[in-house]
Structure formats: structure tokens, C-alpha cells
């Protein structure tokens, strides 16, 4: 689960947050998961903008700083993310741009180096049980640990022809808000038999996927 830090009281009001409601800290701690705040800026994202993530995966207390959303008597945020980043800080993201589009539009989707960190925690999570985290050029990258024997090469990764028609072919569905077509996405990546009609979905078996399914449900 990814969403805003609680920051608790503002000027005018203590803004809704599913950080409050103790049935998902209830939830968190008899599924074995930890809660964690960062700053986007971690992403190689210049922006000023607390985030927090709750999972159970394996290694993802080393996305943040580990704990709940604190305050203080008054109702104000005391940690545990520190109130400035390590660079520094960053200018707010707020209002809108001259068009009238709202400046955080930008930050609608997730930036790259925050989804190979999240499928790297999926990977070692569900089959290799690893986590290997560095820190390089501010911005974390996380890859699953490889081993190979040695004096072996590692070979390139090929798929035979059959596998890209294997979940279906053609365009995928469109949307259409105000005039726009943008194409459908129902989470499950490019590839996925759901993005396009149901005549044209193909949902070949595989072998290791009841397996992969499996492990997957644990840790989400």
C-alpha cells in the first residue's frame, strides 16, 4: 500500500488519512508488515513530498524510516520522517501551472526507480527470498542477488515465437474522458489478457504460474 504521510494538523484542519484508522494497524501487525515513510526525492524525483508504503514483503523496511505517523499534544507531526530531506529540501509541488493543469499531475505514476525497487521486493520475496539494496547516484536501486557457478557466463534471456501471442494480440481498449482516448491498463502490465476485448484475451497455462500466484497472494 502506497499513500501520503499522515502530516497531521495544517492551518485550518487535520486533513483524513488511511494512516488513522486503526483497523490497517491492526491489519499490519498480524500480517507480519511494517510501515515506512520516505521522501519521493529518494526516486531521483526533485519534489518536496513525504510518501509512506505498508507491505509484508521481505527487505521492504529498507525503502524508509520504520514506524507509524507520531504527533505531538497539539496535533502536529513529530516523525518519524525527518521534516527536511538529505538534500536539502526541494520546492513544494502546489496550485496550477498557467494552463490550469494541477502541478501534481506530474507525479500521477510512480517514478521508475520506485517500481524496479517494489518488483525487485516481489521477486526476492517470491522466489529468491533475498533483498540486495544499494545507493547510488541518490537514488536507490534494488535488483534480486544472482548466483552463478563458476566459470559460467550468464546466458541471454530469449522467448520463443509462441510466447508473443501467447495472451492475446491486437490494440488494447481505449477510454475516452473529454474528447481524449488514452489506452486501458487493469494493473497487470502491458502484457496483460485484460487490456484487450474478451474475444481476443488468451490465458495459456503455464506451468510455474499457480505457483508464482501463490506465493504472490502471501505477500500482497
Known amino acids: 500500500m502506497e499513500f501520503p504521510d499522515d502530516l497531521g494538523l495544517c492551518k485550518t484542519c487535520t486533513p483524513a488519512s488511511p494512516w488513522q484508522v486503526q483497523e490497517l494497524k491492526d491489519f499490519s501487525k498480524s500480517s507480519?508488515?511494517?510501515?515506512?515513510?520516505?521522501?519521493?526525492?529518494?526516486?531521483?524525483?526533485?519534489?518536496?513530498?513525504?510518501?509512506?508504503?505498508?507491505?509484508?514483503?521481505?527487505?521492504?523496511?529498507?525503502?524508509g524510516v520504520k514506524g507509524w505517523p507520531a504527533f505531538n499534544q497539539e496535533g502536529k507531526y513529530t516523525g518519524p520522517l525527518p521534516s527536511i530531506c538529505p538534500h536539502g529540501g526541494h520546492e513544494a509541488v502546489v496550485g496550477r501551472s498557467s494552463n490550469?493543469?494541477?502541478?501534481?499531475?506530474?507525479?500521477?505514476?510512480?517514478?521508475?526507480?520506485?517500481?524496479?525497487?517494489?518488483?525487485a521486493l516481489l521477486v526476492n520475496s517470491a522466489v529468491l527470498k533475498r533483498i540486495g539494496s544499494l545507493f547510488e547516484a541518490e537514488k536507490m536501486i534494488s535488483e534480486p542477488i544472482k548466483e552463478l557457478a563458476e566459470g559460467t557466463e550468464e546466458a541471454e534471456a530469449t522467448l520463443p515465437p509462441s510466447a508473443y501471442s501467447r495472451h492475446g494480440f491486437g490494440p488494447p481498449l481505449f477510454?475516452?474522458?473529454?474528447?481524449?482516448?488514452?489506452?486501458?491498463?487493469?494493473?497487470?502490465?502491458?502484457?496483460?489478457?485484460?487490456?484487450?476485448?474478451?474475444?481476443?484475451?488468451?490465458?495459456?497455462?503455464?506451468?510455474?504460474?499457480?505457483?508464482l500466484r501463490s506465493k504472490l497472494l502471501t505477500v500482497l
Request: aromatic share 8%; net charge positive.
Open 32 to 63: 507480519g508488515g511494517t510501515c515506512c515513510a520516505h521522501h519521493t526525492c529518494q526516486w531521483a524525483i526533485s519534489v518536496l513530498k513525504p510518501e509512506r508504503t505498508l507491505s509484508n514483503l521481505e527487505g521492504h523496511q529498507a525503502i
Open 100 to 119: 490550469g493543469i494541477f502541478e501534481t499531475k506530474q507525479l500521477a505514476t510512480f517514478a521508475r526507480p520506485f517500481n524496479q525497487y517494489i518488483a
Open 175 to 211: 477510454t475516452s474522458r473529454r474528447g481524449r482516448r488514452t489506452p486501458f491498463h487493469d494493473g497487470a502490465g502491458l502484457c496483460s489478457p485484460g487490456r484487450g476485448p474478451p474475444p481476443r484475451r488468451i490465458t495459456t497455462s503455464w506451468a510455474g504460474g499457480p505457483v
